[in-house]
């Protein structure tokens, strides 16, 4: 996989950020706040692409139905589709994922809308591009627990992938890199962009109802949700310690050897996030409106707590405003599984 070309994105992306109709709203709060970026609608020329080229629809054919495939999973019994669900908002519905032993994993199931415009996956961030992101489930023991030789020897004796395998990338042969490229070009093609939300960023003044829009103003102001979840995708794609009680899992903190972000956790894009509880990486909020009431009392714990996140005295009508608002950032998105070959 080639290296992604960073530098002018980001350029390409500040001017796509610049032209785009902004929330008054949203834009006073940055003006106070440097740093943030306004809420504004994701820009194409801002997905990172591997050696900046979109991918075909051939390739993000091949990974919608690899993602579906079960021959992933050492026992053949789950597929990515199985964590990551689309009649689920691409979770699962449980507040801890399941491997393929049903055991339990130490984390919620993530999303997946709109990771085209990610730097860094998983919760904790470990993971450098989409491409390593999608592999590393396959390979891990705890979750599908299938070897890099093992995954291609399974593939490659498929002559449908073969087949496919050479449309995409001008020869038969398959190997590890490709399945993740596949997979990742499937996973980027996962795009929320025409919510009630950005209708109304673009003018349809009817586009959010009342409540949504008092949300808006309470989200971008009084509530300072915009501090964390800011941008066109509602994520400063950073790391944060909320405040939750849960104290054994290091998080961020783990990944880079850094004790000031114990238990830190990636801020979550919060397009379609009405669609897929429960809530946080431990699956530990049920629903939305105990997500508001959490940061409403400033979380559970000042132990390595965020500066943040503090007390933010909503009364019940504000919280069921922002609650509206959350429920107009969703577009949902309807993926027919595949023919397994």
Known sequence: MGSLTRPHLAERYALACLLSTVLNAANAWSADNPGHRPLA??????????DDEPHTQAEIDLGKTLFFDPRLSQ???MSCAS??????????GKPLSVGVDGEFLSRHTPSLYNLAWGVLFFWDGRSPSLEAQALMPIRSRQEMAVSTQELERRLQSVPEY???FALVYGDGAITAGRVGRALAAFERSLIVVNTPFDRYLAG???AMDDAAKRGLELFSGKAECVRCHDGPNFTDDSFHNIGHRNFDDPGRGGVIGDPSLHGAFKTPGLRNVALHPPYFHDGSQATLEDV?????RGGDSPRHRSRLVRPLSLSDAEIADLLSFLHALTEP????????P
């Open 333 to 340: 998105i309807e993926i027919k599984p595949p023919k397994i």
């Open 292 to 296: 508001l009431h959490f940061y409403n």
């Open 204 to 206: 349809d003044g009817s």
């Open 41 to 50: 609608t994701p820009d194409e020329y801002d997905i990172l692409y591997p």
């Open 75 to 77: 026992d053949g019994s």
């Open 162 to 164: 073969r087949e496919s």
């Open 83 to 92: 964590c990551h669900d689309p009649d689920l908002g691409f979770g699962d």
